[in-house]
């Protein structure tokens, strides 16, 4: 596939209007002539740093982190010339531009782990932990095993250094969990799942002493898409974002406390275009979201608070 070097934008083209621009085009080829392509997930922490989780499918359940300094790369101008982020590792000449070099310095590369789906990276604002679910896939996309398993992820290095398996039961019924996960400020970790044409949210809280969550009594009849790619979370507006496909559903997270009072005008939602496979969603403290889009990889940043 030819890369688009250009800044590009995403339109909420029905429901609540929104436009993402170019923030970042990622790096292809990647440092040593690396594959990272097919990136799953992204989260931001407090101090400005930037995860992207790229699992390349010829790596089943396996990938890599990449750390990325966003204070650098602002400072370097890469903000207002996304494609020398794109092209930091193609030599001209047989060398590197000095800068190049720099920019180099700003990205962390981190080596093969067992990342599952690999869509699921989050950060918790609490306890400052990155975690991610283990959550090993067949040729089927089925996952194979009934217990679930997350790990901790150092900051530095990019591997877990923690991990905790455990078993979801409701109800004496098994539950699958491990297609999403967020948190919210107060360190409360959601996740979702579809159901039929609709889909379960699940609110608990995460550790790597403990892990423990309840399905939520809000039962969305109707799923935003086809397939639940990420959820996000907005702290500038407390909100929950379910990210599927082409499409973005959000809601007020106070309204999952206790049984939930959610309704249909607690909602908002998006359908975007042109059609891209968007992988994630995450905010800054501004409330700008940051989208994640695979197959000319690139993240793009909200034109307001959305």
Sequence with gaps: ?????????????????????TRLLLPDPGKD??????????????????????????????????????????????????????????????KFSNQQRKIQKAVKVGGIINTGHGQTLAYNPKDNGLYMWRDNRNSSDLQTSIHAEIQQINPNSLKPEHAIRFYL?????????????????????????????GAYIYKGNVSM??????????????APGACEQSMGYNPKRDRLYLISDDSIASFPAKQLNGHGSLNSKSFEWSRLSPKRETEGLTFDNSGHGYLLMNHNPEVLRSTGVY
Aim: charged residues 20%.
């Design 1 to 21: 596939m030819r890369l688009n070097n250009q800044s590009n934008r995403v339109h909420a083209v029905a429901g609540k209007k929104m436009t993402f621009k």
């Design 209 to 222: 002493q403990n892990v423990k969550f309840r399905r939520t009594d809000q039962f969305l009849k109707r």
């Design 169 to 197: 039961k409701a109800h004496r019924t098994a539950i699958i969990g491990g297609g999403t996960l967020t948190f919210d400020q107060n360190g409360n970790a959601y996740y979702w799942a579809k159901s039929g044409m």
């Design 33 to 94: 002539n690396q594959k990272w392509e097919n990136p799953q997930a992204i989260a931001f922490t407090k101090n400005n740093m930037m995860y992207i989780v790229y699992c390349p499918k010829a790596y089943h359940n396996q990938g890599r982190i990449v750390r990325y300094d966003l204070t650098q790369l602002q400072q370097l101008g890469v903000y207002k010339h996304p494609r020398e982020l794109r092209n930091i590792y193609v030599k001209h000449h047989g």
